[in-house]
């Protein structure tokens, strides 16, 4: 049996003294070939997520004569506090559930069938979340913005945002020298939180402007995007005084150039702010020489169901049915919007994602995301044996798009919790669950290649300010602009 260790530097040395006779004691106990078989050792840090504490994930719905039968995740944090006894009983109960050993006569209730991740209902509560999210804030009295790790976002950090502004000026001067600037200055924001980060930006303009001499701040046209009303009027009340700069757009972020085809190609500054750990994402594992990826299917236990039925009036047969017309008609669907916001609340944080792998017979034959130019084969090349990582689907596509907006000197800057090495992947990188939304970690090496395929010069560098961030950054830019020099780069690439 293949056993990793992907808790390393979170779990103690007398957690896996509990773990590790359990998984002995399980694998003696079930007649099956253990070099087919897999334990991963997780240390799942977020408070919230999809995962039970042991989860089996078999390789196909019919166990196959050759290749992994299943793999048994274990979250250390949390099972370190159950018996060795009990741990062992649990994954021999599991394994032999989904191995079809033995019959599940306790079956959980499924909210869809097996799909891919970035297909599963756990991301139409995302959306909807974002959709409904003033009900939210108005039921449990408090911003949502106080569910980020931390209670802080890097977004609005002022010495970064110096940094940018200045930089961003050096174009707009060297275009404006060159005869070469635009009458109004395009300038995008994606995902516009409370507004903070925007005016954070605006105020940063303005003054480096006044303070180098340069009237652009009233050529600036700042497009605040988002899928969330809600959060776009609050943002805009954040941005008084700047009003006369400031549009607002309602986008889907899944398809970003079918709201801003009118910016193709005359971006200038474009920014995101943990905007792609939250949009739809499939994983894609390497076992061997073979491609497999994780298929899903959110489900409620039943005695999670029983509780919801009781606090809420519903018949447990009609949970289902419940769910579905509130994910569609919002949480005023349920008679009382307060009753019906608790309601989605207990449901989501009663959800988790059973998992089964399914080999992808021609990985070279899939594209990562439709607008990007990488097969899944060329992701197969540079991971390791036995690795998982995201595919970061949606975001990629997200990203491939957004670059066709950008001005031939335009710059995309993107702030969130990127993997900057497939390496990174040998410890728990979501899904979390952050309120009514989810959080993922995202697969940076990705983007740098589908932007180099694009034609664009993608860097992934660390936040430098705020000790102990995990936010990375992205500087995306073609690679033909000029580079302005940094530190210990200093070059031209194409300079006029």
Not at 73 to 99: F, G, N
Not at 214 to 242: C, F, I, N, W
Not at 293 to 310: C, M, Q
Not at 336 to 364: I, N, Q
């Amino acid at each position: 049996m293949l056993i990793q260790l992907n808790c390393v530097g979170r779990a103690e040395p007398a957690d896996l003294a509990v773990i590790a006779p359990a998984i002995a004691e399980a694998a003696a106990a079930v007649d099956l070939d253990h070099a087919r078989l897999a334990a991963v050792l997780d240390w799942v840090q977020y408070r919230k997520s999809f995962r039970a504490p042991v989860m089996v994930r078999p390789f196909g719905t019919e166990p196959a004569e050759t290749g992994p039968l299943a793999e048994i995740a274990i979250d250390v944090r949390r099972a370190r506090e159950m018996t060795p006894e009990a741990l062992a009983h649990d994954i021999v109960q599991r394994l032999s559930k989904a191995l079809g050993i033995i019959p599940d006569v306790h079956e959980c209730i499924h909210l869809e069938d097996w799909v891919r991740p970035s297909k599963s209902v756990v991301w139409s509560f995302n959306r909807s979340y974002w959709r409904h999210l003033a009900a939210w804030d108005e039921t449990f009295k408090h911003d949502y913005a106080a569910a980020l790790p931390g209670g802080v976002s890097d977004g609005t950090n002022p010495a970064f945002w110096a940094e940018q502004i200045e930089a961003f000026l050096d174009t707009l001067v060297r275009l404006d020298e060159w005869s070469e600037l635009p009458d109004e200055i395009q300038v995008l924001e994606l995902g516009v939180g409370d507004g903070h980060q925007a005016r954070t930006w605006m105020e940063t303009f303005d003054a480096a402007c006044a303070r180098r001499g340069r009237d652009y701040l009233p050529r600036v046209r700042y497009l605040m995007a988002d899928y969330s009303p809600h959060v776009l009027e609050r943002a805009r009340q954040t941005l008084k005084g700047y009003d006369h700069l400031v549009d607002c757009l309602e986008l889907d972020f899944r398809n970003p150039i079918h709201g801003l085809e009118h910016l193709r190609g005359k971006l200038l500054f474009a920014h995101a702010c943990n905007l792609y750990d939250n949009l739809p994402t499939d994983e894609l594992m390497r076992v061997g020489d073979r491609a497999y990826e994780p298929l899903v299917r959110a489900s409620i236990t039943p005695g999670e169901v029983a509780a919801i039925a009781a606090a809420h009036g519903i018949a447990e047969n009609e949970i289902v049915a419940a769910v579905q017309h509130v994910l569609r008609e919002g949480p005023s669907a349920h008679g009382d919007t307060p009753a019906g916001v608790r309601f989605w609340a207990d449901v989501w944080d009663a959800v988790h994602l059973e998992e089964m792998y399914v080999e992808v017979p021609a990985p070279s034959a899939m594209r990562v995301a439709p607008s990007a130019d990488v097969h899944l084969d060329e992701l197969l090349d540079n991971m390791p044996e036995w690795t998982r990582v995201h595919m970061s689907t949606v975001a990629v596509e997200s990203f491939a798009q957004t670059l066709q907006l950008l001005h031939h000197e335009g710059t995309l800057v993107a702030q969130d919790i990127f993997v900057r090495d497939v390496g990174e992947y040998a410890a728990f990188r979501g899904p979390g669950k952050l309120e009514g939304s989810i959080l993922n970690w995202v697969n940076g090496p990705i983007f740098a290649l589908v932007g180099e395929r694009s034609g664009f010069r993608v860097r992934l560098e660390p936040f430098t300010h705020r000790p102990g961030s995990n936010t990375v950054v992205l500087t995306a830019r073609h690679r033909d602009a000029y580079v302005r020099p940094v530190g210990r780069e200093r070059e031209l690439v194409g300079a006029h």
